[in-house]
């Protein structure tokens, strides 16, 4: 029995903990080291964690299946039951070909609905403006 997938990755009435913003998303990755085997079910996202404590400010580099907009912030959430191995992709800021991980699963947070992005508009900007100073992060 085969269940429907729903791309919509849903709405949170919460602003987490730790909130994390989408830079990038729908970016295809690849099964093989010169990006010619497209993975076709699921995309990446690239997100940067808003933890201006963060001593390492890497970006996430994650599969979704779901349905993401650069500029939106998440709630972190995963999906261990779905898991892609070795993939690649062509890096949205350089161009170049990076691989994206060896195993990971999948990308699943909920969208945090724009009223509680807009009453924590405050909170938000400074925590981004936090992690300006810190050193441009690189995609991992």
Request: charged share 25%; glycine share 4%; net charge negative.
């Amino acid at each position: 029995m085969q269940t429907n997938f729903d791309p919509n990755p849903g709405q949170t009435d919460e602003l987490p903990a730790l909130p994390h913003r989408v830079l990038y998303a729908n970016i295809p990755f690849y099964a093989d080291p010169e990006c010619k085997q497209q993975v076709t079910d699921g995309t990446i996202l690239i997100l940067q964690s808003l933890d201006p404590d963060d001593p390492v400010q890497e970006l996430d580099v994650a599969p979704t299946r779901k349905n993401y907009q650069a500029g939106q912030i998440i709630a972190w959430d995963l999906n261990n039951k779905k898991l892609w191995e070795k993939a690649w992709y062509r890096n949205p800021e350089s161009g170049t070909i990076e691989q994206a991980w060896s195993f990971h699963v999948e990308f699943i947070g909920k969208v945090v609905s724009p009223q509680v992005v807009e009453a924590n508009a405050e909170k938000l900007q400074k925590l981004q403006a936090a992690m300006r100073v810190s050193p441009k992060p690189k995609v991992n």
